[in-house]
Nanobody, 123 residues
Framework: VQLQASGGGLVQAGGSLRLSCSAS????????LGWFRQAPGKEREFVAA????????YYADSVKGQFTISRDNAKNTVYLQMNDLKSEDTAVYYC?????????????????WGQGTLVTVSS
């Protein structure tokens, strides 16, 4: 599976962004996809994940009710809709795939990673 994240940018606090993670490879259709982020000077942290069918999602407590993960398997794409953005959401966001289709929260459980996309929230 090859992954490419996009959609980052500069946004004012309170604004919204939608990140996309485009995937290639046959394993995408049977893979869980996750989003992680890494803020400057901090460790990478789990944000959200979704299984291949879209029937199971999981969110970090810090983004529940604020972010929504979804996927369109026909387009081989996973999305992260981010609303009401705050300065603490500023980070590089990464997407990752787990071919076992388990919705993991630990980054080492994921098999493939895309390059990150930078989200900067100005206050």
């Amino acid at each position: 599976v090859q992954l490419q994240a996009s959609g980052g940018g500069l946004v004012q606090a309170g604004g919204s962004l939608r990140l996309s993670c485009s995937a290639s490879g046959r394993s995408f259709m049977t893979s869980a996809l996750g989003w992680f982020r890494q803020a400057p000077g901090k460790e990478r942290e789990f944000v959200a994940a979704i299984n291949w069918s879209g029937g199971t999602t999981y969110y970090a407590d810090s983004v529940k009710g604020q972010f929504t993960i979804s996927r369109d398997n026909a387009k081989n794409t996973v999305y992260l809709q981010m609303n009401d953005l705050k300065s603490e959401d500023t980070a590089v966001y990464y997407c990752a795939a787990d071919v076992s289709d388990y919705v993991y929260v630990r980054d080492y459980e994921y098999d493939y990673w895309g390059q990150g996309t930078l989200v900067t929230v100005s206050s």
